[in-house]
């Protein structure tokens, strides 16, 4: 386990500025990075990756040391972050392929349209895997309705993920650089007669799959899913760091011009470290652990740039900087890139137990720091917080109202430093299946299913209610049912209860 961070004195806690006062409403960049595990920051303590960058947001602001995301895969995380909602209870909200239709409603409450309401100009770059369109998607028009429909006056996404096609990049609703003689054609069913993949064509493949990954081959990548056409629109891999990059610097260039001046909100997916790792040669073998390691230290690069960006422009002291991931970490996850043979140099999960789709901590538990400079002194906080939380807490802050339907809990002193506050409970979810947080205990209920999938992450599908107690004991080593029975049966009732369909029927069922 990672080093235990000190925690800031009550007293220190009451000298903080008041966030915001005799100020205006400050710029928000939320940086949300995919698969980074607790243990890749080295703020947490690791020695084995530095991220000086990174590392420079949580020790000047506020540290989380729990701090969760919402599920333990993309999809259904970034659908909790951005409308403040659980996500299983909705319908579909699974790992998506690329070319699912729009996830969230564009009539729904979102964090975009609640930053709009207020008078907020908003964008998206990068990473998206929350739909677009309406279903059987016709990429070469425009995609209606695309990722702005959510409340992003500008977006230029990748529709899914890195290892999933299309794979091209999505500017506003219009891929980019398509050449109308080359139209694209995607499919998730069936591949297109002569078009290669990994099994048809093995020795276009560059970089070699190792489970689920044998379908169309671009840039010697094999992808899941088949694409036909848009050659001149396919990105560079390696390339695809400097260009959602650029695509930032531009929009912040835009923004200082504005005659507007109005304040922005920015959502920046960074890609890394998702598979495929194909890191900028500037970055191949910078660290002792192959693309994995190196592709978090691009990543790294990535927010030091976009730092010393805002610090040329004069944004630094009135911008709110939210740093964390969409889930917990994973080695292999569908190509051989030496990840395995990293694990007993580096321990991604920091020393939890479970990562990228288990119910076990590792699983939602992600790095989350919030940096605002000349406003928030550096806090180390270890209570429980969940990132749906930001909804709520963002909203008090530009002075909007959000449902009180949403699951989002305002904390905006907690996210401040000004407050050591959390959550009391929380469920969390992986693949659909829940587990329930409370204060330092986790209790995962039975589920069915094998104990660890092709990433070789254990899934936390255990044959009988399980409860851990994470500050004795961080890795989930101990089950403490037998010796705790009482607040076993507090905890289910409080879980079943939090579970609880409209009509009363438990949403939790045996799998």
């Not at 390339?239 to 959602?244: K, P, R, S």
Request: aromatic share 8%.
């Amino acid at each position: 386990m990672t080093k235990h961070l000190p925690i800031i004195s009550l007293a220190a806690l009451a000298s903080l500025p008041a966030a915001g006062a005799g100020h205006q409403r400050p710029n928000v960049i939320l940086i949300i990075a995919d698969d980074l595990g607790y243990g890749d920051v080295s703020a947490y303590g690791q020695t084995t990756v530095q991220t000086p960058s990174i590392d420079r947001l949580a020790h000047g602001g506020v540290c989380f040391t729990d701090g969760h995301a919402t599920s333990a895969t993309s999809t259904p995380s970034r659908y909790g972050l951005f409308t403040g909602m659980y996500p299983w209870k909705t319908k579909g909200t699974h790992i998506l392929p690329g070319d699912a239709p729009l996830l969230i409603s564009p009539e729904q409450f979102t964090m975009p349209h609640m930053f709009q309401q207020a008078g907020y100009h908003t964008a998206a770059i990068g990473k998206w895997h929350l739909g677009m369109g309406q279903g059987k998607i016709d990429w070469n028009k425009r995609i209606s309705p695309a990722a702005n429909a959510i409340g992003f006056d500008y977006t230029c996404v990748i529709a899914a993920t890195v290892d999933r096609v299309p794979t091209v990049y999505v500017e506003d609703g219009l891929v980019e650089g398509l050449d109308p003689n080359d139209p694209i054609e995607i499919s998730y069913q069936q591949n297109f007669e002569g078009e290669p993949t990994a099994l048809t064509n093995p020795e276009l493949v560059k970089l070699q799959w190792s489970h689920g990954h044998n379908n169309s081959v671009i840039n010697g990548i094999p992808r899941i899913g088949f694409m036909k056409g848009g050659k001149a629109a396919r990105w560079k891999d390696d390339e695809m760091a400097q260009y959602l990059l650029n695509k930032v610097f531009r929009y912040l260039d835009e923004r200082v011009a504005a005659p507007s001046q109005e304040p922005f909100f920015l959502y920046y997916g960074l890609h890394q470290p998702h598979v495929p790792r194909t890191p900028d040669a500037r970055f191949a073998g910078r660290t002792t652990l192959g693309p994995r390691g190196d592709v978090i230290a691009e990543a790294d690069w990535c927010v030091g740039q976009l730092l010393q960006k805002l610090e040329e422009k004069g944004l630094m002291e009135n911008t709110l900087i939210i740093f964390s991931s969409d889930n917990g970490p994973v080695l292999d996850d569908g190509y051989v890139d030496g990840s395995r043979e990293s694990a007993p140099l580096h321990d991604p999960r920091g020393g939890l137990r479970g990562g990228k789709y288990s119910l076990f901590d590792g699983g939602t538990r992600v790095p989350l720091f919030v940096y605002w400079q000349g406003h928030i002194r550096p806090v180390v906080n270890h209570e429980l917080v969940s990132q749906q939380d930001l909804v709520a807490s963002l909203g008090k802050l530009i002075g909007q109202q959000v449902p009180d339907s949403l699951d989002s809990q305002e904390m905006l002193f907690t996210f401040l430093g000004k407050r050591l506050r959390g959550r009391e409970s929380m469920v969390v979810e992986a693949a659909g299946r829940l587990a329930f947080r409370s204060g330092r205990y986790e209790l995962i209920p039975p589920y069915k299913g094998p104990k660890r999938n092709a990433t070789d992450n254990e899934l936390g599908n255990v044959d009988d209610w399980t409860l851990y107690d994470l500050h004795a004991d961080p890795t989930q080593a101990t089950d403490i049912t037998a010796t705790h029975p009482r607040l076993l049966r507090k905890l289910k009732r409080q879980f079943l209860k939090a579970t609880q369909k409209d009509k009363g029927k438990p949403e939790y069922e045996l799998l």
